[in-house]
């Protein structure tokens, strides 16, 4: 709960953060066709497209993008507005640059978008002392080796796990981003506009699902110690593995295809690294025990 309040009070900070793989992916996309953007000062105030190549007298010409600025000229005793083409390089690219807009599309939708980031953020902050207070009631009736392999295991797995939130944060999201609106647009349909509760849930889910996708190894290497699979065990099973990795990058990412091997990928080599791991695991307690024999 008081996650959840510390996340409401930050509320915008927080939605900038799950909006800025949004904005990268932006800088993704190419450009339109033929557009025109109007600005007055500095201010984009909307694109269109111009039909031909030019716009009365005003000769747009055959360049992808033209920027336009609303400037005041006097002429005798008249005030006048005028169209003049913008030099300003930082400026025509931002307008030629496509954009999703987030939108909230009804009376509560705000208030939802709040809600979620605020649960989210909520379990995110509160995980930490969870996680706490869970090890003071299990980690004293576990016995000195079993609290090593523990504690050793959950800093190896918080580690993976803030990896892969961070692999799609930075570089998965922005991908998967960019192929919705391409694929959107493939389809006929427009993609200028999202609905906002819906971006946030997305992104909340795909990080958490990338997370947890990086917990692999820790899961394998303790069914490993546990004596429930073997190195040949595993190694059998990669081809399935493969399959499997596949199918979770369709259900967690977008319906494209680079996306989904994308997120294969490194779920795909953390599991080769379990594999190798548990070869090598084998191969020590073997050569431990013929040192046994010997003796």
Known sequence: AIGMLLCLIAGNHVVGLLTYPLKKAEALLPGPSKMVSLYVGTNLWGTFKPGTNALGDLVVGTNQHMA????????????????????????????????????????????????????????????????????QFVI???????????????????????????FCYFILLQWALRASVQYSEWLGFSAGQWRAEEYISFVCKFMLGMGLGFEMPVVVLTLVKLGLVTYRGLASFRRYMIVINLILGAVLTTPEVLTQVLMAIPLQILYEVSVWIAWYWERKDRKKAEAAART
């Open 140 to 166: 004293p009736a576990l016995h000195r080796k079993e609290k090593y392999f523990i504690l050793r295991g959950f800093a190896i797995g918080t580690a993976l796990f803030l990896i892969g939130v961070a």
């Open 68 to 135: 336009l600025g609303l400037v005041t000229h006097w002429t005798g005793s008249n005030h006048l507005l005028a169209l003049e083409p913008l030099t300003n390089t930082t400026l025509v690219a931002e307008g030629a640059r496509q954009k999703v807009a987030l939108q909230n599309f009804g009376p509560v939708g705000g208030f939802w978008v709040a809600f979620q980031v605020a649960m989210y953020g909520g379990i995110l902050l509160a995980a930490p002392l969870v996680i706490y207070f869970v090890g």
